[in-house]
T-cell receptor
Framework: QSALTQPPSASGSPGQSVTISCTGT?????????VSWYQQHPGKAPKLMIY???KRPSGVPDRFSGSKSGNTASLTVSGLQAEDEADYYC???????????FGAGTKVSVL | QLQLQESGPGLVKPSETLSLTCTVS??????????WGWIRQPPGKGLEWIGS??????????YYNPSLESRVTISVDTPKTQFSLKLSSVTAADTAVYYC?????????????WGWGQGTLVTVSS
């Protein structure tokens, strides 16, 4: 059982927005501003899309944004495009004996 | 440009030890700015952090997922710019794609996995 809870699926039409939630506890998401989001296409390694709750690595489109409230972090993809169809995973720092705890992943479909 | 490449047997027998190596190019595994870790993904399932290590001074420190700690060892070969994973007493539940990754070290906090290997599938079967 994953430490962080994500919805199994989400969807939207091209151009629309989709938001994915990631719920943890005060020992992980709620306790640290070290939440990351990853995009994974089939057969590929994950790609970092958001780090430290809301920061984007260089090269990630600004259509991707992150936020956090309490024990729940969120990823919003605005202006959905066909290439955004993928699995998305959240992760959080959870202490020196648990550097990265992951969510179970959310499959985003572009209708 | 950072590159990571996993290598090792693709098939391991139950009860034996899984051994993988990650070769790093374009980055120093001796830098205290990063953790170097292992993450796995069972077929059709989500990601699981296995463990990480980082270098500070003359010491390499290791951190392991509590659920795997009794079976995991991560070691480093600095001259070869490689770090390795050993997972003992494997069962079918350890069948997964194993990734090595570089994690940003923010004053001790892990701030995401910024670089990943392509992953290698390890199947546990007799």
């Amino acid at each position: 059982q994953s430490a962080l809870t994500q919805p199994p699926s989400a969807s939207g039409s091209p151009g629309q927005s989709v938001t994915i939630s990631c719920t943890g506890t005060s020992s992980d998401v709620g306790g640290y501003n070290y939440v990351s989001w990853y995009q994974q296409h089939p057969g590929k390694a994950p790609k970092l899309m958001i780090y430290e709750v809301s920061k984007r690595p260089s090269g990630v489109p600004d259509r991707f944004s992150g936020s956090k409230s309490g024990n729940t972090a969120s990823l919003t993809v605005s202006g959905l495009q066909a290439e955004d169809e993928a699995d998305y995973y959240c992760s959080s720092y959870a202490g020196s004996n648990n550097l990265e705890v992951f969510g179970a992943g959310t499959k985003v479909s572009v209708l | 440009q950072l590159q990571l490449q996993e290598s090792g047997p693709g098939l391991v027998k139950p009860s034996e030890t899984l051994s993988l190596t990650c070769t790093v190019s374009g980055g120093s595994i001796s830098s205290s700015s990063y953790y170097w870790g292992w993450i796995r993904q069972p077929p059709g399932k989500g990601l699981e952090w296995i463990g990480s290590m980082y270098h500070s001074g003359n010491t390499f420190y290791t951190y392991y997922n509590p659920s795997l700690e009794s079976r995991v060892t991560i070691s480093v070969d600095t001259p070869k710019t490689q770090f390795s994973l050993k997972l003992s007493s494997v069962t079918a539940a350890d069948t997964a794609v194993y990734y090595c990754a570089r994690q940003l070290n923010r004053a001790g906090y892990s701030s995401g996995c910024w670089g990943w290997g392509q992953g290698t599938l390890v199947t546990v079967s007799s």
